[in-house]
Structures are given as C-alpha cells and as structure tokens.
C-alpha cells in the first residue's frame, strides 16, 4: 500500500511561459469524478479495500474528517485517502465540490460504511 507522499510524489507540476499545471495520472489505471455536496449533506462514514482517493477542493465550506481528525480544507487544497482510510465529507453551507481521483480498481460497492445517516448498509 502507497504511503501519501508516495501518492503526492506522483503529481506532476509542469512549468509553462503562461502558468502551470498538475497531472495528477499518467496511462495509469484512475477514475476521476467530481462529487457535489448540497448545504447540510454529509457522505457516509466509510473506507475502501481496493482503492487510493486523491480530492482536490473546488469550492468552500467543506467538512473532512479522516480517521479521528477533522479538517476545513480551502479550495485548492489536496487531500491524500489511502487505502482502508475512514474517511468523510459534509457541505454546512451552499454546495461543495470536490474532484476525486481514484487510483486502482474502482468499484462503488468498495464502500465499507460505519455510519449513515441516510440508512445506507
């Protein structure tokens, strides 16, 4: 299992005359999407077996706890997921996107859940 710098060493700053910008795969296996949080909605308390998750924040007011910490992340601002990692997300005001980069095989029933509040199993 990749350590989070091993994760992070893998995205790429390319330097241009115009600005820059970040790769974060290359011809590897990944599976992007972008993920939308209404005001008041909170994912799942849950971890994956099969998968490593980089977020990368696009809006403000998210909410992530992973493990036993809490974080306000900033829009921009790169959270690493290592595989079994609880982790969680919740938007407490306006919408909250994050784009989600999934490296390995990915299956959304990977998910194992420890708390739902929407019921889910």
């Given at each position: 299992?990749?350590?989070?710098?091993?994760?992070?060493?893998?995205?790429?700053?390319?330097?241009?005359?115009?600005?820059?910008?970040?790769?974060?795969?290359?011809?590897?296996?990944?599976?992007?999407?972008?993920?939308?949080?209404?005001?008041?909605?909170?994912?799942?308390?849950?971890?994956?077996?099969?998968?490593?998750?980089?977020?990368?924040?696009?809006?403000?007011?998210?909410?992530?706890?992973?493990?036993?910490?809490?974080?306000?992340?900033?829009?921009?601002?790169?959270?690493?997921?290592?595989?079994r990692?609880?982790?969680?997300?919740?938007?407490?005001?306006?919408?909250?996107?994050?784009?989600?980069?999934?490296?390995?095989?990915?299956?959304?029933?990977?998910?194992?859940?420890y708390?739902?509040?929407?019921?889910?199993?």
């Open positions: 299992m990749p350590t989070e710098q091993e994760i992070r060493d893998k995205i790429l700053l390319d330097k241009r005359p115009w600005g820059f910008f970040k790769q974060y795969a290359h011809n590897q296996q990944v599976t992007v999407k972008i993920i939308t949080v209404t005001e008041g909605g909170i994912l799942s308390s849950q971890s994956h077996q099969n998968r490593d998750e980089l977020w990368v924040v696009l809006d403000a007011g998210l909410k992530v706890e992973l493990d036993d910490k809490e974080i306000f992340p900033e829009p921009g601002d790169e959270i690493v997921i290592p595989k990692t609880v982790h969680r997300m919740s938007c407490a005001k306006g919408s909250c996107r994050v784009m989600e980069v999934s490296f390995g095989v990915f299956d959304e029933n990977d998910i194992v859940r708390e739902d509040v929407y019921g889910r199993k």
